[in-house]
């Protein structure tokens, strides 16, 4: 089994910052992408950021500037630091990941996390 499990959200003021956290962990071998989505009541989940296993990252336009993901490979976490917030950035945000649970497995799989809910007021 494989659990992804996010932390740091909360409300927070226009203007201020936030710092989430994810966790992997389970019957993991390596891990290749890790990213974070949001979804906004009435909206899609859409991307806000991911991070290959090589480092290459790739952000959504609206927090380019604002938003950076990074990650420790050491502890299967991945972080995105969350500057500048707006009332727009406000939504559930959701990490995800592509995991090769063993080494003999050619293919990743991918998970979810259960979400944790960033409000930034006005």
């Known amino acids: 089994q494989v659990q992804l499990v996010e932390s740091g959200g909360g409300l927070v003021q226009a203007g201020g910052s936030l710092r989430l956290s994810c966790a992997a962990s389970?019957?993991?071998?390596?891990?290749?992408?890790m990213g974070w989505y949001r979804q906004a009541p009435g909206k899609q989940r859409e991307l806000v950021a991911t991070?290959?296993?090589?480092?290459?990252?790739n952000y959504a336009d609206s927090v380019k500037g604002r938003f950076t993901i990074s990650r420790d490979y050491a502890k299967n976490t991945v972080y995105l630091q969350m500057d500048s917030l707006s009332p727009e950035d406000t939504a559930v945000y959701f990490c995800?990941?592509?995991?090769?649970?063993?080494?003999?497995?050619?293919?990743?799989?991918?998970?979810w996390g259960q979400g944790t809910q960033v409000t930034v007021s006005s």
């Open positions: 389970g019957s993991i071998f390596s891990i290749n992408r």
């Open positions: 995800d990941a592509d995991i090769i649970r063993k080494e003999r497995d050619s293919n990743a799989f991918h998970y």
């Open positions: 991070m290959s296993s090589s480092g290459r990252t």
